[in-house]
């Protein structure tokens, strides 16, 4: 079988299309940890799954069946499907992270500089920086006042609203600009996002700026101190779309890593009864190292992994330890995906093409697999097994010829538990560009993987 295009037909090819517009939407109105983690809970509760921090507070029993989801920080989310067989006997865990590339507004963002205002940004994971120029951007994000009020912005997705953006010089006197590297046309400090240009009347010093600070006000409720305790991300503004004439591909922002979080969010809610417990975990901070209370370093998932078991009757740290080291987990994030202007950063043998199903990376790493969890052969052919059980196409690659650079997920701390971990994860194009190409087939074929982990491994 050579795509998943040649064995989806029929009802099954309707059903693959369907699936992606449940996709599209997700991530159209997912832009930010936060959002995504409010798009699966909701999700979630439609499905009868429970909250965790409810149950513990009302000492409700947790039993085989039911569905939990517990809520870190509002940036990570853990859904649980509690299975038949004692959770210290192991759990199969779907990771996947929900944080994208992006800017962040800095706390002290606003200036004016000759009549025109802009807002700071400090860029947030590997860019690269001259992508993000010239494009219609949107703010979004949750201020803190100091009396703890929240204000949840969403500013330039809906239709009417103003988007903001950065400027890119004119190619009539980028004369300069264009003799330097890739690495240096556009420099970090100067990704400053345009937000005004009216003067407020009768005020001396920066009157646009006054203006803004004056409309923030009136408009969001923000004063300009309330910037320290926000955190406002700059992303491409607009939906995901259809993208080839075919429609068999979508271009958005942030399907790395969304795309594999969402098929293992929708994977885990139609599970039922499940022998083993299964789990779906996305958390934030991957992009940027994984470390903060958000981020997989983090102890969110064990000490949540070790209130359920409590809750059930498996009490004592060594349950925890056992049910930890006995799960198995498909560490998913996204692949690069075989891109036809650029064929010479890849090794043809070993390399994810788009439309050919969920993709298994035995490492990752980079400089002879450095950083890499390298995932067991034992643990490789039981999913082999389980993927030809259930007719799921998959496809093997390494990240691109070998020292041509590289890059790490979260796999290495999940197995540093000793559970058998490997990476997965889904075909991209144009990875951490501002727009993303995935193609829907790799969608729903890692969709259908997941749920065939979950159920039989
Ligand atoms: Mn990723
Ligand atoms: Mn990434």
Known sequence: MK?????????????????????KDFISSSKTERECVAQTVRLAREQGFRDLADVLAQHQPIQAGDKLYAVNKDKDVALFVIGQRPMSEGMNILGAHIDSPRLDVKQHPLYEDHGLTLMDTHYYGGIKKYQWVALPMA??????KKDGTRIDLCIGEKEGDPVVGISDLLVHLASDQLQKTGAKVVEGEDLNVLVGSIPCPNEEKDPVRA???????????????????????????????????????IIGYGHDDRVCAYTSAMAIL?????????????????????????????????????????????????????????????????????????PSVNEMKNTAFLGKGICFNKYTGSRGKSGCNDANPEFIALLRRIMEEENVLFQTAELGRIDQGGGGTIAYILANYN??????????QNMHAPWEVVSKADVYEAYRAYVAFLKKA
């Not at 203006?211 to 300009?224: D, G, H, M, R």
């Not at 969110?300 to 987990?329: K, Y």
Request: overall charge negative; glycine content about 8%; proline content about 2%.
């Open 3 to 23: 795509t998943v295009w040649d064995k989806t037909e029929g009802a099954q090819r309707d059903e693959l299309f369907a699936f992606n517009e449940g996709y």
């Open 139 to 144: 703010l979004h994000g949750v201020v803190f």
């Open 211 to 249: 203006a803004i600070v004056k409309l923030l006000k009136e408009q969001y409720n923000i004063e300009e101190e309330d910037f320290l305790s926000a955190e406002i991300e700059v992303v491409p503004a607009g939906k995901a779309r259809d993208y080839g004439l075919d429609r068999s591909m």
């Open 270 to 342: 139609q599970m039922d009864k499940p022998e083993r417990t299964s789990v779906c975990l996305l958390v934030d901070k991957e992009e940027v190292g994984s470390n903060g209370a958000s981020g997989m370093h983090s102890r969110f998932f064990e000490n949540t992994v070790a209130e359920i078991m409590d809750r059930m009757g498996e009490t004592g740290d060594l349950n925890l330890r056992r049910a930890l080291q006995r799960s198995q987990m498909l560490s998913s994030d996204v692949s690069a995906g075989y891109d036809p202007n650029y």
């Open 419 to 428: 559970m058998e971990v490997i990476d997965a994860g889904i075909a991209v």
